[in-house]
């Protein structure tokens, strides 16, 4: 059973286990990578398959990365931050109550 997505596109949320937040930027209804990189993942807290996965323009205090992050170990960021994710202003505009709003291009 595929469920519907809990968080969505331009959400900003955090990890629920490791020091990180992030912006949503796509989302796959189910697991949708390597079986080499989900095996990476120590067993004791390897997520189910059969959930919403994330895809965020994410950052910690040392850097800014591409996570890929089940549905279950995020939670939503209530911190009235912004993020300074190098590649967000490619697809996002932060509007007035500070949330991320997928940018309109000319034409579309």
Partial sequence: MIRSAKFQIGQVVKHRLFDFRGVI??????????????????????????????HLFAENDQTAYIAYVSEQNLLPDDRDEPLHHPQIPDMFDLDDSGQYRVRRFPGH
């Fill in 25 to 54: 930027f796509d989302v796959d209804p189910e697991f949708n990578n390597t079986e080499e990189w989900y095996q990476s993942i120590p067993e004791d807290i390897r997520p189910r398959k059969d959930q919403p996965f994330y």
